[in-house]
């Protein structure tokens, strides 16, 4: 027996290392319910308790020094240089060239920390802008691997991150996160084979779920044939996931491809907004509850304050000019008698509303031929008094008479009788 | 006799380090396979981990050590990505162990033989790991197997390099 466990030594050791690593694997995948039975087993999206220690560790021995790697950039860069300088050394202008290569450095360092606060900048004018809570964070690690496209950020539990949070910049969504620890943080891009977001198409408004290809491009998926879908059209979040917030860009479509396992369905490949490839500053959208800046805070108080007052002056406008109504003289004579409302003969009911007459001219108390009606009118000699005992005028009406040749564009209407306004 | 032959070889042949560089050379081996693809982008075709692994397996030229290192080291390469642990794990302990083996009987200083098996034990470990990825996990899982071969290059490419860096590192008797 002794000796059989020591002629297969190694291939014991073999099997009892792939058996460990088997075992873990199979405790950290899982059936499908049967309902999905047809979808396959499927990865944890969390990791168990013995997983997450394993990547705890590696992340605690590896990210430190990425850190340090990170945060000693120049650093590096200079001792690299200067390591390369220290080459040519035995060159007779050798001072000259250390002081070029030192000013190429400068000016090259400068340009770095000029283009840096560029994009910090543009950064941080995105994120006073933005509506939603963020962190800012830089990406100091990969995985190393060309089939699993994940980052690491420098930020993690201690600064409010946590697991599926959006992970963003001002170009459009970079990836969620996916592991939190206490300062670091594992973000899985969208490319990713194993990522997922809902996104619709700007212009033709399909939806469909966002995933990585083998190549590393990220592509929607599960999308009916459509002619309308052109290489150009801007593909937007959904906001359907519960991570990505609405509207924010995620590319443009660059190629339309047939499915080929299912021959009614395409791929839309897109290329992201952000290169995926060369990211170095990130925020991390920590809450989805409006934030507002001081300055939008106080916008939407000017605007609220500017609403109210419009309101006010409106409603005043309205109450003075209620007020003008009541105290302009109306066509409704307030000492005339109150009049019973005309019944309508057909309904019997009261009608409301009637056509005011005609306005007409109070007759002259000395008519002259000048006068309405004043041709057919006789002389106040012959009308009797000319001051009427009341409002009824006491003019006599006589036949139509031929008018002199002045007063042919006279009216020829008898002259009635009628009271003040009515 | 005959059996006592090979163990002879080996002994006489076998390279031993400080015990620093064992966890040193495989720390930055991770450091800089996570941090490397930053600088270099979607042209980051190397596997640093296998080859360390590939390194020590060769040179030590023990089985169980090549076994070990590679299911360590893979399964610390798993802990930083987001799948599952023991997917390089398993390829690496399956690279380590065929190294030490391959170790043992042939002479590895050479670099082109170096360079080969390096080129091989990276296109073996794409395929274990696309074997565990569909076989095993069952995962709807595809690879891209140009990118695998310039990887493989890659690994080809700086073994040359980085395997004489190392043979500076062996402890003298």
């Known amino acids: 027996m002794e000796s059989f466990f020591s002629r297969y030594r190694n291939v014991l050791v073999l099997l009892a290392a792939l058996l460990v690593q088997v075992i873990g694997l199979a405790v950290q995948v899982r059936k499908p319910a049967a309902t999905v039975a047809d979808t396959g087993p499927i990865h944890e999206t969390k990791d168990g308790r013995g997983v997450r220690l394993i990547r705890l560790w590696v992340a605690g021995a590896v990210t430190p020094v990425e850190r340090a790697i990170h945060g000693s950039g120049q650093g590096i860069d200079w001792l690299w240089n200067n390591y390369v300088d220290l080459r040519h050394t035995r060159d007779e202008n050798r001072q000259l060239q250390q002081t070029i290569d030192r000013l190429r450095l400068e000016q090259a360092s400068l340009i770095e920390d000029a283009r840096q606060g560029q994009r910090l900048q543009a950064l941080l004018k995105f994120q006073e802008s933005y509506i939603y809570q963020t962190t800012a964070a830089q990406v100091i690690g990969s995985s190393g691997s060309t089939q699993s496209h994940v980052v690491w950020l420098d930020k993690g539990s201690a600064d409010g991150l946590a697991p599926d949070m959006a992970v963003i910049t001002g170009d459009g969504i970079v990836g969620k996160v996916r592991d939190v620890f206490q300062h670091t943080a594992q973000v899985l891009l969208i490319n990713d084979q194993t990522s997922g977001a809902g996104v619709v198409l700007e212009t033709t408004r399909i939806r469909g779920i966002l995933r990585g290809n083998p190549s590393g491009q990220p592509q929607v998926i599960n999308i009916l044939m459509d002619s309308r879908i052109q290489p150009g059209e801007k593909v937007l979040t959904a906001g359907g996931d519960q991570v990505f917030p609405r509207g924010l860009p995620v590319g443009v479509v660059q190629q339309v491809l047939r499915d080929v396992d299912r021959g009614s369905f395409i791929n839309v490949i897109v290329k992201p907004a952000v290169d995926l490839e060369r990211l170095d500053e990130v925020l991390v959208v920590t809450s989805l509850e409006p934030h507002l800046s001081a300055a939008q805070l106080a916008d939407v108080k000017t605007s609220e304050e500017l609403k109210g007052a419009e309101v006010a002056a409106e409603a005043q406008r309205k109450k003075a000019a209620a007020e003008m109504g009541e105290r302009l003289p109306g066509l409704k004579d307030p000492n005339a008698p109150e009049v019973a409302p005309k019944i309508d003969p057909d309904t019997g009911k009261p009608i409301e509303a009637y056509q005011l007459p005609t306005p007409k001219p109070l007759p002259a108390v000395h008519p002259d031929r000048f006068s309405p009606g004043g041709a057919a009118v006789t002389p106040p000699s012959e009308a009797g008094d000319a001051a009427p005992a009341d409002d009824t005028p006491k003019t006599k009406i006589v036949p139509k008479t031929p008018a002199p040749k002045s007063q042919g564009t006279q009216s020829s209407k008898p002259n009635k009788p009628h009271g003040r306004g009515r | ?173």
Do not use: K
């Open chain 2, 1 to 173: 006799m005959q059996t006592l032959i090979p163990d002879h070889r080996r002994d006489l042949e076998i390279r031993r380090y400080p015990s620093f560089i064992y966890v040193l050379v495989p720390l930055a081996a991770l450091v800089l396979q996570a941090w490397l693809p930053r600088v270099l982008g979607r042209f980051a075709y190397l596997d640093l981990p296998l080859l360390v692994t590939i390194y020590f397996a060769l040179n030590r030229r023990s089985a169980i050590h090549g076994t070990l290192l590679g299911a360590v080291l893979g399964m610390a390469q798993d802990g930083l990505t987001q799948g599952a642990i023991g997917v390089h794990g398993i390829a690496n302990t399956v690279c380590g162990f065929l190294a030490a083996s391959i170790g043992i009987r042939i002479v590895v200083e050479n670099n082109i033989i170096r360079m080969v098996l390096n080129f091989l034990f990276t296109l073996l470990s794409s395929a274990l790991i696309l074997f565990i990825m569909t076989a095993v996990l069952g995962l709807e899982w595809q690879s891209n197997w140009l990118d695998e071969l310039f990887r493989a290059v890659g690994n080809a490419g700086i073994g040359l390099v980085l395997f004489p860096l190392l043979d500076r590192t062996q402890a003298r008797d």
